[in-house]
């Protein structure tokens, strides 16, 4: 089995020692359902090259590009080779460890990226060789050249969508997707509202809810809250007066190298299918009431940000309308108005993808289904990629250190 894969895959090398121990799977800490893999003894430990980390801390300091041991192919396991994977904020939140879910150390860093399929297990059915494949949860250590997985622990995706798209599929789509499904009935001609509208998430929730016909309004700029933060007033005193946010995922901010002129962060944002882009002041002057008399109030609010700006969404929720939280850019509290309680009776929700996808670890066609819409609309270019950085992973502390910088508009991606 092993001469097979050591000519399959040029980035791993193998090495003998008599009683080597194989690298165990992370475990994550709150019943994650991560892979468990086969740990039976070998002689010859074929290795993968690694981005690992032995102890929680700054990651530019504590992860380190290692060889670490793969452990044979069970019945039920496949050898897959890992293509690309992005770094995310819960990827930096679980190496500093301040994540709400934390892998057993030593753990190899990433939650999410694709891989393709080189050998499978003899009992493996849903799976084949060539096979595009992506993490069903969080905690399987995507940041590495090669990996054995359980087959319950991936799902396959077409190979026929771009790279980045694969890539990112699992996280920001995935977090867009349910919110516009699960929350309110959403119907063509309906309206969402939504802060945070250039972060991942955002830009997914414009063209996942244009594809079914719903109207989005979208808050790209507040001139107010955001800029309290202390980067951002750092970064006022020698560029512009306005600040526009970036959200990248779920507690962390960052502004673009160069802050677009709100006409063409407006543009760019109606190309992928927003109905509306204002900046947060415009939603308490008068225009904006004569906006919402062209269509239904919203019926569904999502919320990236908190703070005043969450405040400002619920103030414009039609009757008995739903808020989502699913990000705290602007670390402060989300405060409820007495009166959007008693006489609009809204309903204030939290979301987490990762919480989601455990709930339906067992629900096979909630997740293909999932999937493979997303998947589609991919293939229909209904939905793109986030803007990627690509960074070879060789050169992972330059893209570990651009992910954790405040001034940062690119997602990195590493390939490998």
């Known amino acids: 089995m092993w001469p097979q894969l050591r000519s399959v895959c040029s980035g791993s090398r193998t090495i003998c020692r008599r009683g080597a121990a194989l690298s165990k799977p992370p475990k994550l800490t709150a019943n994650a359902n991560v892979s468990h893999f086969t740990q039976s003894a070998a002689l010859c430990a074929p290795t993968s090259s690694a981005l690992q980390y032995r102890q929680h801390g700054d990651p530019s300091q504590v992860v380190k590009l290692e060889d670490i041991d793969l452990p044979p192919i069970g019945a039920k396991d496949v050898l897959v080779k890992i293509l690309a994977a992005p770094i995310n904020p819960s990827d930096i939140n679980m190496i500093q460890g301040t994540y709400a879910i934390l892998p057993d150390l030593p753990a190899v860093g990433g939650n999410e990226g694709v891989a393709q399929v080189l050998e ?87 063209q996942i809810a244009a594809s079914r016909g719903v109207n989005t309004i979208n808050v790209v700029r ?20 306005e600040c526009f946010i970036l959200v990248i995922g779920f507690g962390y901010q960052s502004v673009p190298e160069s802050l677009p002129e709100f006409t063409q962060l407006s543009d760019r944002l109606k190309a992928i299918g927003a109905t509306h882009v204002i900046k947060e002041e415009a939603l308490r002057r008068p225009e904006f009431k004569e906006l919402l008399k062209r269509f239904p109030k919203p019926k569904l609010a999502l919320n990236g940000v908190g703070g005043k700006s969450a405040t400002e969404l619920l103030r414009h929720l039609q009757i008995g309308g739903s808020m989502v939280t699913y990000g705290g850019m602007a670390k402060q509290p989300v405060t409820v108005p007495v009166s959007a309680l008693i006489f609009k009776d809204v309903k204030v929700r939290g979301f987490w993808v990762t919480q989601w996808k455990r709930d339906h670890s067992k629900d096979e066609r909630a997740v293909r289904a999932m999937v493979d819409e997303l998947c589609s609309l991919i293939q229909q270019r209904k939905l793109t990629a986030p803007a990627c950085t690509e960074v070879g992973l060789r050169d992972f502390s330059k893209a570990l250190e651009s992910s954790m910088k405040p001034f940062t508009s690119a997602k990195q991606v590493l390939i490998i």
């Open 120 to 206: 499978v297990g003899s009992l493996v059915k849903s799976l084949k060789t060539g096979d595009w494949v992506i993490p069903r949860d969080a905690g399987l250590g995507m940041w590495r050249t090669e990996a054995v997985f359980s087959e319950d622990d991936v799902i396959s995706l077409p190979n026929d969508i771009p790279l980045l798209s694969a890539a990112t599929l699992g996280v920001n789509p995935c977090t867009a997707f349910r919110m516009l499904s699960d929350f309110e009935d959403l119907k063509p001609g309906d309206t969402v509202i939504q802060n945070a509208a250039n972060s991942g998430v955002g830009q997914a929730v414009i």
């Open 222 to 241: 507040d001139s107010s809250l955001p800029c309290s933060s202390p980067y951002i007033k750092s970064f006022l005193k020698t560029e512009k007066k």
